[in-house]
């Protein structure tokens, strides 16, 4: 099944048989309360709240609601909280880490930790946005907005094949990738043009499965096929891609920012190389693209 928009993602989950495991880590805000509530009358998943002492009550009362399907856990600091969490995801009792009210920091602090962390030996740590565009027929996957400020070749690498798995996870077969640039051309002033070459030339030999990978090209005409028609570029993944590879942060950031605000676009993402999906959402975020940001996390 494609997902076309989050609407068919809840659905498919909704309809799914079991439901993930979900350690949330200081649940002690409105939005965290309304994801939690929403994920349990929808079926998605069972949580473990890892709260601090003052934000016991509201979700006490929800595992007076939905029995079996919450715990809580009580913890002295946001810190405690945070490394409890983990070790949760480390020993096998959870399947997704969400972050509820603390600063992201402290939470990274002790996912990227060496001895206790949950980041597997090797891996890059990266963010990976799903997002539902209104004037767009289908989900977008892009990266990186949020962790690698100017990804080296190996960090390309991993980000690539990150975006291409959640694409394949949210049923698309062949996703096309546009490698992102402000034009076509390869510059060796634009170091990450040349990435883009050995990219293409890595997923020609089939190193992230089932992908069309295409590029330089800019977000119009990744998006937009007659854009690719004036210019003359002739690519399956023009006017029609699947995932955009962002060159930096700040494109990839502004980008997330800007479709948010002025296109109305719905999101969701996560951090990827973990040995679990983490949830890491923005404290700007909308309720529904942190309702969303869970269930892209527990989709198989």
């Known amino acids: ?56 009550p509201e979700f006490e009362a929800l595992r007076g609601r939905f029995g079996g399907h919450v715990e809580v856990v009580i913890e002295p600091t946001i810190d405690d909280a ?32 060496k001895e206790h962390g949950i980041l597997e030996p090797g891996r ?60 076509e051309k390869v510059n060796e002033k634009f170091p990450h043009t040349l990435y883009y070459e050995e990219l293409k030339r890595r997923a020609a030999e089939g190193r992230y499965g089932e992908a069309c990978v295409s590029g330089p090209m800019d977000v119009k005409t990744a998006l937009d096929s007659e854009s690719g028609k004036i210019k003359g570029i002739s690519s399956p993944v023009v006017g029609n891609a699947d995932v955009l590879i962002f060159p930096n942060i700040e494109s990839g950031n502004v980008f997330y920012k800007t479709i ?17 999906p983490v949830v890491v959402a923005s404290r700007a975020d909308s309720c529904e693209s942190k309702f969303y940001s869970l269930a892209l996390a527990c989709v198989d």
């Open 260 to 276: 948010s605000l002025f296109a109305g676009a719905d999101m969701a993402g996560m951090l990827c190389g973990t040995t679990v």
């Open 1 to 56: 099944m494609t997902i076309r928009n989050f609407d068919d993602l809840t659905n498919m989950l909704a309809q799914a048989h079991g439901r993930k495991r979900v350690v949330v880590a200081n649940p002690a805000d409105s939005h965290t309360e309304y994801v939690v509530e929403r994920a349990l009358n929808e079926g998605i998943a069972d949580f473990i709240l890892v709260c601090v002492e003052e934000c016991k």
């Open 124 to 183: 890059v740590l990266s963010h990976v946005t799903v997002t539902s565009i209104p004037a767009y027929g289908k989900l977008v996957v892009f990266s990186d907005a949020a962790v690698v400020p100017r990804p080296t070749l190996d960090q390309f690498d991993a980000i690539l094949g990150y975006a291409v798995d959640v694409s394949h996870r949210i049923g698309v077969k062949c996703p096309g990738v546009a490698l992102v640039n402000f034009t």
């Open 82 to 113: 945070a490394r409890r969490s983990v070790a949760i995801v480390r020993a096998g009792d959870a399947d997704v880490l969400m972050k509820g009210t603390m600063n992201t920091d402290n939470l990274l602090h002790a996912v990227l930790n």
